[in-house]
């Protein structure tokens, strides 16, 4: 990555995870579909389709960039590597990973973390819990005004 005065390692403005990322083709703006702080497992291992936003921004160039799903014991359970153009400091580079099947050992904190160079950029706390499969259907949480 070259540098310029000012301008470093990127800064990571935000992470999210949802069940899934659209992007619209006309317009480019992206939909995140979904957006959850917590996943609900019958058993362990637990496999779950889950998408991971995350923003970038005060960089310039050629940056690589990590994203990890990590358990709270800091185990890295999947890993994404790629690399990332940022023409200039002011860009704000949004990007979207979809990982069709996360595979979860535990029950426990998690962390959806972005990393640039072995740098922690950012990250994003979310549960995984043990559900018990409920014997009859579940009223919606819906406030009515």
Not at 51 to 59: A, D, R, Y
Request: glycine fraction near 10%.
């Amino acid at each position: 990555m070259t540098t310029e005065p000012g301008v470093g390692t990127p800064i990571c403005t935000s992470v999210l995870v949802c069940e899934q990322i659209y992007q619209d083709r006309a317009t480019g703006k992206l939909a995140l579909i979904g957006v959850f702080n917590r996943i609900g497992a019958e058993e362990f291992p637990h496999q779950e389709s889950i998408s991971v936003f995350f923003s970038l921004t005060n960089g310039r160039g050629e940056v690589d960039v990590t994203l990890q799903i990590e358990q709270d014991d800091s185990e890295v359970l999947v890993k994404i590597q790629g690399r990332h153009n940022i023409p200039g400091p002011l860009t704000i580079l949004d990007h979207g990973v979809q990982l069709k099947k996360a595979t979860f050992k535990k029950a426990g904190r998690h962390w959806a973390t972005v990393w640039c160079g072995g740098e922690l950029l950012n990250r994003r706390p979310f549960d995984v819990v043990l559900m018990k499969t409920p014997s009859g259907p579940t009223p919606p949480d819906i406030t009515e005004v």
